[in-house]
Structure formats: C-alpha cells, structure tokens
C-alpha cells in the first residue's frame, strides 16, 4: 500500500482549512473520481461539432475549420496580451517573452494562408461564398480585440482623418474614425453597410468599452511605461517591430493573396462577401495600421506596407 506524503497532507489540510472545507469529504470525493481522459480534458467531442457547414460542398468545410482555427490562435494572442495589459510592467524581459509568443501565433497564421489561397477549388469557393454574404471574417470581434489591446485608438483611425483623433477625443467619436469603417460606410453620406450594422448590434458596445479600458493600458501605453533602459532593450524593441510587422503586414498580405485568388481570378473583379472595395481597403499600404508607430524610422513609415 503506498503511503502518502506527509508534506502534501499539511499542504492540503492548510488549504482546507483557508477556504473552510472539510479535508476528508474531498479526499473520498478523490475515492469516486473519474479517471481523467484526453477527450474530457481536450473537449474533442464538443470541438470537433462545431463544423457546420451550410452548402454541400466539400471545400465549404476547409474555410469553416480554418476561419476557426484562426479564431482559436486570436485568442490565444489575448490571452498573452491581456497578461501585458493588466499591470503596469518593470522589465523587459516578461514583456518580450509574451510578445514573441503573440508573434509566433500570427506567423503561423501568416505562413498557413496558403490553406485558403491554394488549398480550396476556385468553383466551389465561388459557390459556397453565396451563401454565406453579407458575413465576412470582417466581423471577427477577436481581430479587433487584438487591435485594441495592442495600441492607441489614434494609430488605429482611418489615415484620412487621423490629425482629427487624438487620446482625449471622445471614444464613440475616435471609434466612428476606426479604418475599417472605409470598408462598409459611405464617407459621403455616412450610411453604413449591413456588414457593419449587424457587427455593430452585437458587438459595438462590448468593443466602447474595451477602447475605455485600453485606454493608456494597452501594449504600446504599456511599454512606454516601462523605465528608461527596459525600453531601450534591443531585443525588446526587435521583439515589437516583429509582432507589428507579422500582424500589420505579413498577416494581411497574405489575407490580401487569399482574397485575390478568388475574387481577381475570373472574368470581371468580384467584390467581398461584406461587400467592401477590397483591393483597395485590404493593402496595408492604404490601410496604414501601425501599432508601434515610435519604433520605425520616418522612411520605415512612409514606406508601410510597400516593400511586400
Ligand atoms: C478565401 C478566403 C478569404 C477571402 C476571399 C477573404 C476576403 C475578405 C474580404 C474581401 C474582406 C473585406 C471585407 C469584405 O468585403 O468582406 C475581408 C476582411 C477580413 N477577413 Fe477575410 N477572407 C478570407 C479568409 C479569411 C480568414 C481565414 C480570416 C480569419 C479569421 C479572415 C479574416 C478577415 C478579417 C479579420 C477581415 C477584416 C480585415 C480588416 O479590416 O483589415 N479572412 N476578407
């Protein structure tokens, strides 16, 4: 008969005791205790129903699982972030730790976009993509989450009007200059789109208040409180430009490649499922999306988004 470890009994009865249980009732709660699975633990039944697709075709089933997994690496990106975000930092070196595991996550999303661009038939693509408008991966609440998290609402603006934002600017103001209003609200008239009406009866409240409450807490306020000589670590600094650089650039390119195989493909431009002027919404070099803005020179600046 094994013994148990007298250690691990104080431990445990100390516990028992802060949180005013009785040590006996759990341990012969541990006496009828399932053993534990990887399919409970992992939750694989209930992960692997939520495919569902809305046509018969094959290739529907590769974009629902995709979209998914990408929704799946976003919130492991917040779950880092929010850890950044949280408190106020002293070193360096946590910081970097997190950020080069948020990088990771979008670099393989960038490097697995070929799954879209190259790994669905172009006749099925434009047949399943019916049924699915007006909805688009625009509508992603955890994309936007990741924006908020990671910098200003000011570097976010759409570029035209960026001088008219600043941080005292009221947040339903700062968020009605957001750059992806220009892919489903008319400038001139202001009418939004149904991408963006419906986006923002589900979502528009929740996002006001993450903008609140990223306010001067979000990664970039969060490393410009970071003292003197932890800002200047170099392997910080190459970790941020990396992470804007992977999101910002390399992760919409390759979404840009994605989108033009199909929509640039056949005979006449077809325009996106949310019905956005993509060519020219989706280019980070119109888009100008910066998190780090103070980490890249003024030629790094002027030339964003151009050299891919
Ligand atoms: C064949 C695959 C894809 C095509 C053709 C495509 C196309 C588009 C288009 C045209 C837009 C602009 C809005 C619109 O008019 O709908 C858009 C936006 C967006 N899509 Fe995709 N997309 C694809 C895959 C994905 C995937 C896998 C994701 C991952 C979640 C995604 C996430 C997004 C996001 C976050 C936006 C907003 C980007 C921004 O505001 O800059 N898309 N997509």
């Given at each position: 008969m094994q013994e148990i470890r007298k250690d691990l009994v104080e431990m445990l009865s100390e516990k028992m005791d802060r949180i005013e249980q009785d040590i006996n009732v759990?341990?012969?709660?541990?006496?009828?205790?399932?053993?534990i699975t990887y399919w409970d633990y992992i939750q694989t039944d209930l992960l692997l129903n939520l495919q569902v697709q809305r046509t018969t075709l094959p290739?529907?089933?590769?974009?629902?699982?995709?979209?998914?997994?990408n929704e799946l690496l976003f919130k492991m990106a917040l779950w880092e972030a929010e850890q950044i975000t949280a408190k106020k930092q002293d070193s360096a070196v946590y910081f970097i730790e997190k950020i080069n595991r948020m990088s990771r996550y979008f670099d393989v999303l960038s490097s697995s976009f070929t799954i879209m661009s190259n790994g669905m038939q172009y006749e099925q693509y434009m047949k399943f993509r019916n049924t699915l408008t007006p909805a688009s991966g625009f509508q992603s609440a955890q994309y936007r989450i990741i924006e908020f998290t990671s910098t200003d609402i000011t570097n976010l603006a759409d570029a035209?009007?960026?001088?008219?934002?600043n941080n005292q600017t009221p947040t339903e103001e700062a968020y009605e200059h957001l750059y992806w209003h220009a892919a489903g609200k008319d400038h001139v008239t202001g009418k939004k789109s149904t991408l963006i009406k419906l986006f923002e009866e589900r979502y528009?409240?929740?996002?006001?208040?993450?903008?609140?409450?990223?306010?001067?807490?979000?990664?970039?306020?969060?490393?410009?409180?970071?003292p003197e000589a932890e800002r200047n670590n170099a392997e910080l600094i190459a970790a941020m430009r990396h992470y804007d650089r992977t999101v910002n650039i390399h992760w919409v390119m390759a979404h840009f490649h994605a989108a033009a195989a199909?929509?640039?493909k056949g005979p006449k431009e077809v325009e996106g499922t949310g019905g956005s002027?993509?060519?020219?919404?989706?280019?980070?070099?119109?888009?100008?999306?910066?998190?780090?803005?103070?980490?890249?020179?003024?030629?790094?600046l002027d030339n964003w988004g151009t050299d891919v």
């Open positions: 759990h341990v012969e709660g541990l006496v009828w205790a399932k053993p290739d529907e089933m590769i974009f629902i699982m995709y979209h998914q997994v035209r009007f960026r001088s008219k934002i528009k409240a929740e996002f006001l208040r993450i903008i609140d409450a990223n306010r001067g807490t979000n990664i970039w306020a969060r490393y410009q409180e970071l199909y929509l640039d002027d993509w060519k020219k919404y989706m280019h980070p070099k119109y888009q100008r999306r910066i998190f780090f803005p103070g980490l890249w020179s003024k030629e790094e």
